[in-house]
């Protein structure tokens, strides 16, 4: 049987999916000669033969992830551009997704939702000075590499990230508009740019620290799930938020604003009382 891929398969072993992204699906590889493991991004650019788009997404997807480099964000080994797929070969971050690791453990202690909080935003500050905005983070896009609480976090899919202006907002929508209903909704619907990245952060803060998301129609019965994002309307529900800190709190609520040019950005964020003790 011909190989599907064989200008990959000839350096590496295709085995198991593990998942998929904006742009096409990952799966596991192992390099032939040294028998080590990676994650491989296999876009068809079938999907993309009758854009406009020049240059095409897929190829503004690669020039930015070869273009940058922290450990924090997912790193790319190898790239393979052929006529009919484009393969970016990528580290492996074994301990899976974030999105994952949140619905095993239901909610994160106080500490542990720092840890990784403070190591999204080193690496979101790193992406915003070099003026690229992620643009779609969400749990499923997050990346852990081990099993374990004190494991680091690796940025990763940058399908949909853009390179953007100092004070840019950037007035296309973005994001994905609605993953499953548990885990809510990551888009930020006024600002597009480094703004959005950073709603996005509040939102994953606030999944992290009480299990579910701020926005839900499970939350509420007078608003659907978009009349809440829009009008920015959540709650610290009791119980569930009795015995996380203030400081917690305050950082979500600086977040989670609906003018962007209000909310924290990242270099005020590090800075919040949240992450200073």
């Not at 503004?60 to 797929?85: C, M, R, Y």
């Not at 296309?172 to 809510?184: D, F, L, S």
């Not at 480094?194 to 803060?205: C, H, N, P, R, T």
């Not at 950082?251 to 590090?270: C, F, G, N």
Request: proline share 6%.
């Amino acid at each position: 049987m011909q190989s599907s891929h064989p200008a990959i398969e000839d350096r590496y072993n295709l085995t198991k999916p593990l998942g998929t992204g904006a742009c096409g699906e990952v799966h596991l590889a192992i390099d032939k000669r040294t028998g080590r493991k990676y994650a491989v991004k296999i876009i068809s650019k079938r999907k993309f033969t009758s854009t406009v788009v020049s240059p095409p997404p897929f190829m503004a997807e690669v020039d930015i992830l070869l273009k940058i480099n922290h450990p924090n964000v997912i790193h790319v080994h190898d790239v393979e551009n052929t006529p009919s797929h484009l393969y970016i070969v990528l580290e492996l971050a074994s301990g899976g997704e974030l999105f994952d690791r949140i619905v095993d453990k239901e909610k994160f202690s106080e500490d542990v939702s720092k840890f990784y909080f403070l190591q999204m935003l080193d690496a979101v500050k790193y992406l915003h000075d070099q003026n690229i905005a992620h643009r779609d983070l969400k749990p499923e896009n997050i990346l852990l590499t081990s099993k374990s609480d004190d494991s680091l976090i690796k940025i990763t899919d940058f399908g949909l990230a853009k390179l953007v202006g100092p004070q840019s907002f950037m007035k296309t929508m973005c994001g994905t508009p609605r993953q499953p209903p548990a885990h809510g909704n990551y888009v930020a619907w006024q600002g597009y740019g480094k703004a959005a990245d950073m709603w996005s952060l509040g939102v994953i803060l606030y999944i992290m620290l009480c299990g579910f998301p701020p926005f839900s129609e499970d939350l509420s019965t007078d608003l659907s799930l978009a009349e809440q994002i829009l009008t920015g309307t959540y709650t610290f529900l009791e119980p569930y938020w009795d015995d996380i800190s203030d400081s917690a709190k305050d950082m979500v609520s600086k977040l989670l604003v609906l003018d962007p040019s209000q909310r924290l950005t990242v270099e005020a964020a590090l800075q919040h009382p949240f992450l200073q003790v």
